[in-house]
C-alpha cells in the first residue's frame, strides 16, 4: 500500500506567511484569485490598536482587521508566538504562555480549534517542541529551505521547499508542476512560506502573482492550509489492514485514498474496503 493524497492525487501546494500585516489583505486576494490556500501565522498580542490611525499601508494589522480578513475565509489561522519572541530563550512557563495565549486568543477570534504553528524567527530547542505538544500544538514549520517536495520526517520541526524570494522559486514550481509520477509511491510537497510585507518592501508583487498564476488550476494538484495536509497524513498513517493485506479499515473522519498493486482505493471516513 501507498499514500496517495485527497482524490488520488499525488502533488500539493500550501503557503504559510507571517506575523498578520496588512499586506496579508492584497496576499489573500491573490491566493483567492487563484483558488489558492494558505496558512496565516499570526502574533495576537501584537496587533495595532484599534484607535490608532495608521497613515500607510504597513505594519500589523488591527484585531477587527484581521478578523474581518481570516476569519471563514478558507485558510488557516496558526499560531505565531503571542508577542513574537524567542521561544528558546524563555522559561518554561515564559514558553506556556506564548503559545497558549496565542492559541486561546486565535480560537476565540477565529472560531476554530488551532493546532498549528510557525516558530517566530526560527527559534526553537527540543524543550520548546515538548512545550507545545503540551499546548495542544501537532505541527510547526521553520524557515530552512529545502528545495525538496520531501514531506516532513517531523511535524514539530517543518522545514520548507522555500522562501517566495528564494532564485529557485520558478524552476521549482515548473519541476513540481510539469513532473509526472514515476512510481506509486511518490507524493510530493510544495510549501513557499514569507511575509508578505517583503512584496512591497521589494516592489515585487509580481512574483507572487506569476507563482500563483502558473501553478494554479492543475487536476493533479491539491491547494490546501497547513492543517488539512497534516490531518490528511495521520488518518493514512492510522487506517487498520488485516494481516493478509485484504481489507483496510478508517478510523477517522477523514476520507483517504491509497494505491495498491496500480489501483486506486478510496476508504471513506469509518469505513472498510476490500482490496
Same mark, same amino acid.
Request: glycine letters at 6%.
Given at each position: ?7 488520488g492525487?499525488s ?6 506567511y507571517?506575523?498578520g500585516?496588512?499586506q496579508?489583505?492584497r496576499?489573500?486576494?491573490i491566493?483567492n484569485k487563484y483558488?489558492?490556500k494558505?496558512?496565516f501565522n499570526i502574533n495576537?498580542?501584537?496587533y495595532?490598536p484599534?484607535?490608532?490611525t495608521?497613515e500607510k499601508?504597513r505594519? =500589523?494589522?488591527k =484585531?477587527?482587521?484581521?478578523?474581518a ?5 478558507g485558510?488557516?489561522v ?5 508577542e513574537?519572541?524567542?521561544l ?8 506556556? =504562555?506564548?503559545v ?5 486568543n486565535i480560537e476565540?477570534d477565529f472560531?476554530?480549534?488551532?493546532r *498549528?504553528m510557525?516558530?517566530?524567527?526560527s527559534d526553537?530547542?527540543?524543550e ?7 499546548? *495542544?500544538?501537532?505541527?510547526s =514549520? ?8 520531501? @514531506?516532513p ?5 517543518i522545514q520548507?521547499?522555500c522562501?517566495?524570494?528564494n532564485?529557485s522559486?520558478m524552476a521549482?514550481a515548473?519541476k @513540481?508542476?510539469?513532473?509526472q509520477s514515476r512510481y506509486?509511491s511518490?507524493?510530493?510537497?510544495f510549501y513557499v ?5 517583503e512584496f512591497d518592501?521589494?516592489d515585487?508583487w509580481?512574483?507572487i502573482?506569476r507563482?500563483a498564476?502558473?501553478?494554479? *488550476?492543475?487536476?493533479d494538484?491539491?491547494?490546501?492550509t ?8 495521520r488518518?493514512y498513517e492510522?487506517?487498520?489492514v488485516d494481516?493478509?493485506t485484504?481489507r483496510v479499515?478508517?478510523?477517522t473522519l477523514i476520507?483517504?485514498w491509497?494505491?495498491?498493486? *496500480? ?7 469509518g ?5
Amino acid at each position: 500500500m501507498y499514500m496517495k493524497l485527497k482524490d488520488g492525487k499525488s502533488k500539493v501546494l500550501t503557503f504559510s506567511y507571517d506575523d498578520g500585516v496588512v499586506q496579508d489583505i492584497r496576499l489573500v486576494n491573490i491566493f483567492n484569485k487563484y483558488g489558492l490556500k494558505a496558512t496565516f501565522n499570526i502574533n495576537s498580542g501584537c496587533y495595532l490598536p484599534e484607535d490608532v490611525t495608521r497613515e500607510k499601508l504597513r505594519g =500589523r494589522l488591527k =484585531r477587527s482587521e484581521a478578523i474581518a480578513l481570516y476569519k471563514d475565509s478558507g485558510h488557516e489561522v496558526a499560531v505565531h508566538g503571542l508577542e513574537h519572541k524567542f521561544l528558546s530563550k524563555l522559561k518554561p512557563a515564559e514558553m506556556v =504562555r506564548e503559545v497558549l495565549e496565542d492559541r486561546k486568543n486565535i480560537e476565540k477570534d477565529f472560531g476554530t480549534i488551532t493546532r *498549528g504553528m510557525a516558530y517566530a524567527y526560527s527559534d526553537y530547542n527540543a524543550e520548546a517542541i515538548e512545550i507545545l505538544k503540551q499546548c *495542544g500544538i501537532v505541527y510547526s =514549520r521553520a524557515v530552512a529551505s529545502t528545495k525538496s517536495f520531501h @514531506f516532513p520526517t517531523d511535524w514539530w520541526a517543518i522545514q520548507p521547499t522555500c522562501h517566495h524570494a528564494n532564485e529557485s522559486l520558478m524552476a521549482l514550481a515548473e519541476k @513540481f508542476v510539469d513532473t509526472q509520477s514515476r512510481y506509486p509511491s511518490d507524493n510530493w510537497l510544495f510549501y513557499v512560506w514569507g511575509h508578505s510585507y517583503e512584496f512591497d518592501d521589494r516592489d515585487n508583487w509580481d512574483v507572487i502573482e506569476r507563482f500563483a498564476e502558473y501553478v494554479s *488550476g492543475k487536476d493533479d494538484i491539491w491547494y490546501t492550509t497547513n492543517i488539512e495536509i497534516h490531518d490528511y497524513v495521520r488518518a493514512y498513517e492510522a487506517l487498520v489492514v488485516d494481516a493478509a493485506t485484504t481489507r483496510v479499515f478508517n478510523p477517522t473522519l477523514i476520507d483517504v485514498w491509497f494505491t495498491e498493486n *496500480g489501483k486506486t482505493y478510496c476508504v471513506k471516513a469509518g469505513e472498510t474496503v476490500v482490496i
